[in-house]
């Protein structure tokens, strides 16, 4: 039995929609797990209860093979750190960080001693005596760390702790959470809108839709392997096109025609649908390859994406700066991409 | 598995312990009391509904609740002609005076209404500083101001003015004075400008405002029986003359049901239009 | 904004404050009349008034009844304000009206209603009489105060203190008290002022056995026109100021430990 188990987890606030819609999952102790999806699709609810804030309308939680679901958030041994950190203002950061320790009644002494540890690993020593409003927001947010975890908590919860954050401070803290989870070995669930994080961090990802799990997967099989229309366009930029197999490995795109693609052997016949990342695609040297006509051009710097149509579907392409150079809108382009590129949506391989 | 109900650890129990105190003590202390006064108007000495029939339709009765209403409609248009302009500087000017003429304001409106009556005692007393100005011009001997409706109108205004300044100010503090500049850049004259944009934006306030002084005014005690005249009382007045002077709980009650009633219907209606939820700005 | 404008608003302004500036300079005049401009000035009213049992034992009534009436306000008020700003149910906004009606009712009608019912109770003339009537006049006000700094609090911050092992009794003293003290501070602070400053209920059931400042004020201006009311209209203006002052300060002292 894993760690951490929910079994058909369910939400609902009296109306029809289920804000959480039968959730199952088991996360291994250890894990770095991050739930992955839009607004409103259900992650933090479900983090929410497995904190114990939220109690499920129907679905069980276990942790360690223990059932969870009477135990109040207090009891739980479960930490959390909130989006917008949630330090207590009127306690300074020791004071913070030392209050889980104080509520479980351990002696003075240790409490100083456990309270300068975490503040060393987050290092932040220099600033236990400072008001948590006094410090800056990737300071307040390793505070906010140091308390959740100086308990030694089962597992850690994290909200998009990072959200607030600007970019570059985000993706140093992103570095420094997952140093502080190698060390210390925490089961983390981590909540995030933001694919880019999720892919740099998990070791596992959740993917959250409309209050369900769409895929749960390792970041790199995610990518190449998204099991669902909503996962191949919600991680990373990508082509999702509706496409028949006529059967024999025959792919076509209606109004292009056949197009290269490998499939897997067990890819049913009939009308299925693809995805072909803009990164995937080239230019052709033949002017037999597929035409495609540039409607749009965004220089992003390091690459320009030219936004299109294949025949009658529309297309992304990203390609390289070098050789995106003198392209005009409405140039008819001569593109190619490997076999390989083309992923059957819902199939295995 | 099928899903199955779990076991919530916090029941909603404890919202209701948290919240039965204070209801059970309002329902005990208010509105049985309250009740109270509704029984005491058909029962007292003995039942039936004659005191209405005397509040309603007694021609003295109904010059005290026709002096009322007109003293109040008085009270609340003079509150607004005096509170738009200042509300309208302290929205307007912010900054230091602004803080000043707001301090100002809220000192007058938790300064006790018996303090700024007793005030207004002293200033139209018959040796105060307003009979000294008009002897000082000739008026000798000055008027008697004291004791008059005038008088009573004039306290009451006082006293419930920084109640419509508060209103008032409440609305305007929320108006963008670029939509004046937008309107100035349109071509409007400043007197245009403010009346067909920052008058109508501001004419919410003039209507919380107005209902909340009318309907104090319309119950207001102290003031009127201390400071106005004893030929021209105002409801409540009369209610706690009633029971004073004549111990006669039936008609008093009568009464204060009468005003219960007017006050709950304008309160009413402005919520009907509103909500009552704006009033309080 | 046009000169004229500003004038007029200013002229109200003074309008407003006139009364302060009278009653001030009255409580120390030698005139034994309401004479204004007073012809000099003395504390002899403020030797006259605390040395009159008849003038300090409502003052003390008063700050007895202001305190007991502030206590029992916070009391039932702070846990109502949790559920009503916590939890949705069927008949809130009818709780809602209910908690919002003693602002409502005019003061003279509930008298009247206080008049008989605390008569019949045997509260009439008592400490507890006045405190139970003007809880219920000061708890809308103050449920509406604690409701706002409740609903304006992060949740997180309780549900932190839980994550971090604080049962919600815990939780509530340990954080939700201390983070929203100014709204605790306030509503409590006005609940003495209002409770203070009442007069209409505090005329029919105070009596004279637990008459209040304002009840022995309101019973001297009827009877003649006595200049120590200058002092005890000063100290009712003085206790207003007083807490102005304080919350004035506090907001100073927090802008000030804010940076």
Known sequence: MSYLSLQNLRKDYGGKIFAVDDVSLAIEKGEFVTFLGPSGSGKTTTLMMIAGFEQPTSGHIALAGRAIDPVPPHKRNIGVVFQNYALFPHMSVARNVGFPLRMRGVPKAEIAARVARLLAIVELGAFADAEPRRLSGGQQQRVALARALVFEPDVLLLDEPLGALDKNLREQMQIEIRRIHRELGVTTIYVTHDQTEAMTMSDRIVVFNGGKVEQVDAPLALYRRPNTPFVAGFVGDNNVLDATHAGGGRIELPGVGPIAAALPSDCPTGPLKIALRPESIRLAAGSDAPAFTVQGIVNYGDSVVLVGALGTVPLKIRLPAVAASNLTVGQILRIEWSPDAVHVIGTAR | MTPTKSTPHRPDRLALILLAPLLVFLVVFFLVPLGEVMWMSITEPSFGFGHYGKVLLDPHYRRVVLD?????????????????????????????????????????????????????????????????????????????????????????????????????????????????????????????????????????????????????????????????????????????????????????????????VVTVAILAVYHRFFGLDKLWG | ?????????????????????????????????????????????????????????????????????????????????????RHDFRGKSAINVLLLTPVIVPHIVIAVGYFTYFAKLGLLQTYLGVILAHTCLTSPLAFLTVSAGLKGLDRNYERAAQSLGAPPIVAFFVVTLPVLRAAFLVSALLAFVHSFDETTVALFISGRDVATLPKRMFDAIRLQADPVLSVAATLLFGVVLAVFAASFLRKFFKAGVSR
């Not at chain 2, 319309?218 to 009369?238: A, D, H, K, N, W």
């Not at chain 3, 500036?21 to 403020?46: D, E, K, N, Q, R």
Request: aromatic share 12%; charged share 5%; net charge positive.
């Open chain 2, 68 to 260: 009322t209403l007109g003293t109040s409609l008085m009270v609340t248009t003079v509150c607004v002609l005096l509170a738009y302009p200042l509300a309208y500087v302290t929205a307007q000017i912010g900054g230091t005076i602004g803080a000043v003429l707001l301090m100002l304001v809220a000192m007058s409106f938790w300064t006790s209404f018996l303090v700024r009556t007793y005030a207004w005692m002293i200033i139209l007393g018959n040796r105060g500083p307003v009979s000294e100005l008009l002897k000082a011009t000739g008026w000798d001997p000055p008027p008697l101001m004291l004791f008059t409706r005038f008088s009573s109108t004039v306290a009451l205004t006082h006293i419930l003015l920084p109640i419509m300044v508060m209103a008032l100010y409440a609305v305007m503090r929320k108006i963008d004075l670029n939509i004046m500049k937008a309107a100035a850049s349109l071509g409007a004259t400043p007197f245009s400008a403010f009346r067909n944009i920052y008058f109508p934006l501001s004419a919410p306030g003039i209507v919380s405002g107005s209902t909340i002084v009318f309907v104090l005014c319309i119950g207001f005690y102290v003031t009127p029986v201390l400071i106005g005249s004893p030929r021209e009382q105002m409801i409540s007045g009369m209610i706690g003359a009633q029971i004073e002077e004549f111990l006669a709980f039936g008609e008093a009650s009568a009464m204060a049901m009468v005003l219960l």
């Open chain 3, 1 to 85: 904004m046009r000169p004229t404008m500003i004038l007029l608003g200013i002229a109200v302004a003074v309008f407003v404050a006139l009364p302060i500036f009278i009653v001030l300079p009255m409580s120390f005049s030698t005139s034994p009349s309401l004479a204004f401009p007073p012809p000099g000035y003395w504390l002899g009213h403020y030797a006259h008034f605390f040395r009159d049992p008849t003038w300090t034992g409502p003052l003390i009534n008063s700050f007895i009844v202001a305190a007991g009436t502030t206590l029992l306000t916070m009391l039932l008020v702070t846990p109502a304000a949790f559920t009503m700003t």
